[in-house]
């Protein structure tokens, strides 16, 4: 079975015999595999009336167990944005209900930021519909095979994960 990828990287075997293009059989696929996933997932959340930032707020909030709160800093360091990004998110989140601010109780300056109810169901659904939308996208892989993609995928990108 021919791809995309073979015919690249054919193509710059004939035009550049010079260079080692091989780091392409690999990357340019997971490149493209990123573009794809990228668009079903947006497609996912779009079907719950969620953008792509919004589900990561949310999500991150919702891992964070109950009472599904963190701090503004918190929320920095899982979905890696600045801060007044952050804030113009969750003052958005806020004005649709799905998180509120509360006052830390640990510091009078600080404030907590909670998923409603609102924003819990959201979370939970748009999951639910990630996943389903996930599975049909590696249908093609048993079991094994998404074990083992899987294991491979995180010896690439766990130094990443490391110097992050």
Request: glycine fraction near 6%; charge should be neutral.
């Amino acid at each position: 079975m021919e791809d995309e990828v073979d015919r690249l990287v054919a193509a710059w075997r004939r035009e550049r015999p010079d260079l080692d293009v091989e780091p392409l059989e690999v990357l340019s696929r997971v490149s493209r595999l990123a573009r794809h996933l990228d668009r079903a997932r947006r497609t996912a959340f779009a079907e719950h009336g969620l953008e792509p930032w919004e589900f990561d707020v949310l999500t991150a909030l919702r891992r964070a167990g109950s009472p599904y709160q963190l701090s503004p800093g918190q929320l920095l360091t899982q979905t890696l944005v600045t801060s007044g990004t952050m804030t113009n998110r969750i003052d958005r989140l806020t004005g649709k209900g799905l998180v509120r601010r509360l006052p830390d109780p640990d510091d009078r300056r600080g404030v907590l930021v909670r998923l409603t109810d609102d924003g819990r169901d959201k979370a939970d659904q748009a999951l639910a519909g990630l996943l389903a939308h996930e599975r049909e996208l590696l249908a093609q892989l048993s079991s094994g095979q998404q074990d083992e993609l899987a294991a491979l995928l995180r010896r690439l990108i766990a130094p990443f994960d490391r110097a992050g």
